[in-house]
């Protein structure tokens, strides 16, 4: 396969999969915003920061949602934001049209120009159903790959590239609010309450399934061991790994070669296994967090280097 | 006379380049007047191997370097033996269509200045003609170091009545181009006399038809036609159809590129080399 | 006395449209209709996109399909046929002559000037020998009809003519809606285009190659007007869609970058301008382009297809002596028919259309897609004097033919069929033989009277359809 068209298939999901992420990030800051305490926890900064769009908010003051739909939602000179990757992922998929399906191709048509000349009131007032309508143009396009695309390289360098962004997403969150996580300290303004912890998990849409693993309380270790080490759920970052070490292996029985990302996904997928039973907690979450990011910055580099992107 | 050279280009750049592609026309031909002996070419110590004639029949090779690039270091160098053939330029093994080399291009392409230049000249006949024309490039555009650039035309050149060797050729086969006599551009070395212009980098001049004696050098710069002191390397309609060298880079950002030719006379018996200094 | 290609002079039915005809009773004009959605819809989710001849303007664009298919009897596709591969073969005689000894200007046929002094002529190109001497491999030729015999050749195409996927298109749309108009097998099929096409690719392998050749189709991307061409007939082909920075070249070899490290490749079939293929033979300054990739073709490693330089064939100034050509190369008679052209670069063209603009058409030698074009009959006193002084300013850069009585075809108005100008573009294929499948691009103008079917000024496309017998 041509290095071009596995680098836009890679590209394409990882866009892809970034605005899908983006999406759910923005439902968590609506649902906090309208808790008690809303005001000083500023979950809209944090819902920035975590997409590394911070510098995009140039204003002083807190951060309000229509900041947010501007800079994550529609702006296209960010090229993080929802509206920029809708069009690149798009970009991705045309660039490399024979290789996806037809139901594939549409499902990336048929959204690339949703936002544009969107005005800023309108956009948030048909806010949850602009988020839903990502969220679904993101499903439909993982079904009609899951149920009709060639199991062929070009397949797994999606996969991985899509796995690479998710897990990514969740350590970048996991990064700006280990805080709330650390029982050693307090926050300022008073006890850490369970809403900040369910935020995290509401960011990952994943508040249900938490509940399913560890029954009805929230605990720190809980919730660091549910997001970075769980291999169920799949948003954690032990079930992205594992999905990048099997495409990546397929990969290496095709080509018949083991590159360096090989030996790199299989080091983080063993210091997550070293890291259950909340041994991760006690290794230092903030460290662990830090380490990953590293880790998965180098993955993504040398996957571009052993396939020639 | 036997000469010796040696032509070295060097480009550097600020930020390794992950991929270098080169277009080398540095292997002078074999022809009545100049027989290269022991040439060689090399790009960062490794020879270039094959060189293939062109669509002019000048030897041309490629080459191309992967992997991060800091400098590229291309030496050509040799012995050539040249004979006097008072300004013809005879024995090429192909020949193309004439009236190709009546083609103006970008950079040669007259002007109402250039056109009434070109008719100033006078002369009995062609040959005649062409020394005239020759002579009135020199008169009409002093030698001057850095008063043009790789982009000046021949019509620009004219106006400014400045240049260097590269704009005196433009403005001969421009102006011979427009009287109707098929000419190029040349590219070579030329071992300089006393009173001549010495140079560190390789030189132009020009080559014109005449019916029955075939192509003649012209230099304008020097106002003589070639002769043994000069070492043929390619032609071409303009500058940059001829250039000896050329790069296409891949991910670096600045370059420079330092060209120095050495040139002198051999020893006879000997393969030692003299530089010339200015 | 315009023809119309669906009736006899009497207003019969000619009878290689009965069936046409038949089907469009029994449909009703209502019914055309509601196919003719289905049939946008169709294109629209495919995401057939683009502008035919490199017009220019939103690449994204729909080109009308008109449903109502035009329709050449076998008797009719014979002569064509011949033509048309009559003429393929005679303009690349031509271009091997004009890199080569170039007779055809000793032998005083065409100028020197024409040939030496045109912007397409290559000089690279001179001396060197292309595998099977074939320059052109695609040669779409643009044909009128003005009458029940009169096939004249519009335009040359040797380049890299598009165009074709809507005539694979065209049909498959026609044959997945209406099975029952094709299922009495009057039909000729033109499905095998595109293995026809890879079979023609193959067979100009270069020298180095001792294999299958591998062949790919070399676009400019995504952003190109013809990209859904490119990628539509790769996929078809069953051929890697590359770009230039998929390619490299070294040890006078091309290489395309694929996951598994270099791999080799035999025969380019580019979809980019001669000026953008290789910075280093051609436009310095083009971010475009394989560095190098001139010098491999030129040591027979790789074969280009068109040859850079095949564009001086299909010069509108060159176009005037194909005639010439054809009796020169081949000793035959042309079938196809030139139009009657001027050039202004003569004196007496320059004075005869200076004092008859008002009733030519008249081009731009380097022109295409109906810009810059003027058709005298149809512009105001003032566009024509505002063209006459471009032609004066500029001679040689513009040629004149008179305005024809282009034939008309069926299509589909609102409340009834309607009698609309056509053009017909067929695709010949040339490498150690040569192909023509029976079939074409025909271009329609969907307005009435107009004489422009190109699709950025209101044309569109249709089925053409070739009668078995």
């Not at chain 1, 936002?115 to 839903?132: H, N, R, S, T, V």
Request: net charge negative.
């Amino acid at each position: 396969m041509l290095s071009r068209t596995a680098a836009n298939l890679f590209w394409m999901a990882r866009h892809l999969e970034r605005a899908e992420s983006t999406a759910r990030l923005i439902t968590m800051g609506q649902r906090m915003a309208v808790l008690p305490g809303s005001a000083y926890r500023d979950e809209w900064r944090s819902v920035l920061r975590v997409t590394g769009c911070e510098p995009f908010h140039t204003r002083s003051g807190p951060v309000t949602e229509a900041d947010v739909v501007r800079i994550l939602l529609l702006d296209s000179e960010n090229p993080a934001s929802i509206h920029s990757c809708l069009v690149r992922a798009r970009a991705n998929g045309r660039s490399v049209r024979t290789k996806l399906t037809q139901e594939m191709w549409e499902a990336l048509n048929l959204s690339w120009r949703r936002f544009e000349g969107y005005g800023l009131d309108e956009a948030c007032q048909e806010l949850p159903a602009l988020i839903d309508w990502v969220k679904t143009r993101a499903s439909v396009f993982r079904g009609a790959a899951e149920t009709g695309m060639l199991r062929h390289e070009g397949h797994d360098f999606m996969r991985i590239g899509g796995a690479i962004e998710r897990a990514q997403m969740t350590l970048r969150l996991l990064d700006v609010k280990y805080y709330v996580l650390l029982p050693e300290t307090d926050v300022v303004g008073g006890g850490r309450d369970h809403y900040q912890w369910s935020s995290v998990l509401h960011a990952l849409s994943g508040i249900r399934a938490y509940h399913h693993v560890y029954g009805g309380t929230y605990s720190p270790a809980h919730i660091s061991d549910f997001l970075m080490v769980n291999r169920a759920f799949p948003r954690s970052v032990a079930y992205c790994v594992d999905q990048m070490r099997w495409h990546l292996e397929r990969l290496a029985q095709e080509h018949g070669v083991l590159a360096t990302c090989h030996k790199t996904v299989d080091e983080i997928f063993e210091f997550l296994l070293d890291g259950q039973d909340g041994a991760i907690f006690q290794r230092g979450l903030h460290e662990s967090v830090q380490q990953c990011l590293k880790l998965t910055n180098r993955l993504a580099n040398e996957i571009a280097e052993s396939y020639y992107f | 006379m036997e000469l010796t050279v040696r032509h070295q280009t060097t480009y550097c750049y600020e930020t390794p380049a992950s991929q270098v592609a080169l277009l080398l026309r540095l292997q002078p031909a074999a022809l009545d007047g100049q027989v290269p002996r022991q040439w060689a070419v090399t790009v960062n110590d490794t020879p270039v191997q094959t060189f293939r004639p062109n669509a002019y029949g000048d030897g041309e090779a490629f080459v191309h370097l992967r992997a991060s690039v800091e400098e590229v270091l291309i030496v050509a160098s040799g012995r050539v033996e040249t004979r006097d053939q008072h300004g013809v330029v005879s024995g090429f093994r192909q020949e193309g269509p004439l009236p190709v080399f009546l083609r103006q291009t970008h950079l040669t392409r007259p002007d109402a200045a250039v056109t009434a230049f070109a008719h100033s000249a006078g002369g009995t006949d062609r040959l005649s003609r062409l020394h005239a024309l020759s002579a009135l490039v020199r008169d009409r555009v002093g030698y001057c170091a850095g008063s043009t650039s790789t982009a000046s035309t021949a019509a620009e050149v004219l106006a400014q009545g400045r240049g260097v060797c590269q704009d005196h050729a433009h403005l001969f086969v421009s102006a011979a181009r427009a009287l109707g006599i098929p000419a190029r551009y040349v590219v070579g070395y030329l071992m300089a006399q006393a009173g001549d212009r010495a140079l560190r980098e390789t030189h132009a001049w020009a080559e014109a038809w005449v019916d029955g004696l075939g192509w003649i050098g012209f230099d304008a710069t020097n106002g003589i036609c070639v002769t043994d002191h000069y070492v043929r390397l390619c032609g071409g309609l303009d500058a940059h159809d001829a250039a000896p060298v050329r790069g296409s880079v891949l991910g670096a950002t600045t370059i420079a590129i330092r060209a120095d030719v050495m040139i002198g006379e051999a020893e006879p018996g000997a393969a030692q080399q003299t530089q010339q200094q200015q | 006395m315009t023809f119309s290609e669906m009736h006899e002079q009497d207003g019969t039915i000619r009878s290689c449209y009965a069936e046409v005809k038949r089907w469009i009773d029994e449909t009703g004009i209502d019914g055309l209709h509601g196919r003719m959605d289905e049939a946008e819809a169709i294109f629209r989710r495919i995401g057939i996109t683009f502008a035919v001849y490199g017009e220019g303007g939103d690449p994204e664009r729909l080109i009308p399909f008109d449903l109502l298919p035009r329709v050449f009897s076998r008797l009719e596709w014979e002569r064509l046929d011949k033509g048309i591969r009559q003429r393929a073969q005679a303009l690349n005689a031509f271009l091997y002559d004009a890199y080569h000894r170039a007779e055809i200007l000793r032998a005083g046929l065409i100028p020197q000037d024409l040939v030496y002094q045109n912007e397409a002529f290559r000089p690279e190109m001179i001396g060197f020998d292309p595998p099977g001497r074939v320059y052109s491999h695609i040669v779409g030729i643009d044909i009128v009809r003005t009458g029940p015999d009169q096939f004249e050749v519009l335009e040359d195409n040797c380049r890299t003519p598009s165009g074709v996927s809507y005539m694979l298109e065209n049909r498959e749309i026609m044959t997945r809606m209406f099975p029952g108009l094709f299922s009495k097998g009057l039909v000729t099929p033109v499905d095998d285009y595109p293995a026809l096409l890879l079979k023609t690719l193959k067979e100009v392998a270069p020298p180095a190659c001792k294999r299958d050749p591998v062949v790919v189709l070399l676009t400019p991307g995504s952003l190109n007007s013809a990209y859904y061409e490119h990628s539509f007939l790769a996929d078809l082909m069953g051929i890697e869609l590359v770009e230039p920075v998929d390619l490299f070249v070294d040890n006078d070899r091309v290489w395309m970058k694929t996951t598994t490290g270099p791999r080799a490749v035999d025969v380019i079939y580019r979809r980019i301008d001669d000026d953008y293929l290789d910075p280093l033979a051609f436009r310095p300054d083009s971010l475009l382009g394989v560095p190098g990739l001139f010098h491999a073709y030129r040591a027979g490693g790789v074969t280009l297809c068109s040859a850079p330089g095949a564009g001086l064939a299909d010069d509108k100034a060159i176009y005037v002596y194909v005639p010439e050509m054809i009796r020169f190369y081949l000793g035959e008679e042309p079938i196809l028919s030139n139009i009657p052209t001027w050039q202004c670069g003569t004196e007496s063209g320059l004075a005869y259309v200076l004092e008859h603009l008002g009733e030519l058409v008249a081009k731009e030698v380097h022109g295409s897609g109906g810009y810059g074009m003027l058709i005298g009959p149809q512009a105001t006193s003032e566009a024509v004097a505002a063209y006459a002084a471009r032609i004066r300013a500029n001679p040689g850069g513009f040629i004149a033919q008179p305005t024809l009585a282009l034939s008309t075809v069926p299509t589909l108005g609102e409340s009834a069929v309607v009698q609309r100008h056509a053009d017909f573009r067929p695709f010949c294929l040339v490498g150690s033989q040569m192909r023509l499948v029976a079939g074409g691009l025909t271009r329609v103008a969907l307005t009435e009277g107009s004489l422009v079917v190109n699709s950025s000024q209101g044309g569109g496309v249709k089925d053409t359809w070739v009668l078995r017998n």
